[in-house]
């Protein structure tokens, strides 16, 4: 059974950095064909798909983030990383870990429990 646990702060200052951690359980980070991706909803928005990681550790970023947004992960814990500089309130969005498969159109089939992070001073 695959789990996604996300950790971090649900408050962050404007200016700051939003930093969270996704711990995949189930499955491995670097098994081929499954990436994964971090998406927000900003409060009455749709989704939002902010970039990936995949399995080789390479990373695409959504081009309107991209300047902002960097992934990274750890193997040896089988963890993601998100992190999103410069924020304003209008980064203030649920954010979410999910596994994508590579398809056409990419298929998100494991999503962690969504993060409320509100940026506000």
């Known amino acids: 059974q695959v789990q996604l646990q996300q950790s971090g702060p649900g408050l962050v200052k404007p200016s700051q950095t939003i930093s969270l951690t996704c711990t995949v359980s189930?499955?491995?980070?670097?098994?081929?064909?499954?990436?994964w991706a971090w998406i927000r909803q900003p409060p009455g928005k749709g989704l939002e798909w902010m970039g990936v990681?995949?399995?080789?550790?390479?990373?695409y970023y959504s081009p309107s983030l991209k300047s902002r947004t960097s992934i990274s992960r750890d193997t040896s814990k089988n963890q993601i990383s998100l992190h999103l500089s410069s924020v304003t309130p209008e980064d203030t969005a649920v954010y979410y870990c999910?596994?994508?498969?590579?398809?056409?159109?990419?298929?998100?089939?494991?999503w962690g429990q969504g993060t409320q992070v509100t940026v506000s001073s």
């Open positions: 189930g499955d491995s980070i670097t098994r081929e064909y499954y990436a």
């Open positions: 999910v596994r994508e498969f590579a398809n056409d159109p990419p298929e998100y089939d494991y």
């Open positions: 990681i995949n399995p080789d550790g390479a990373t």
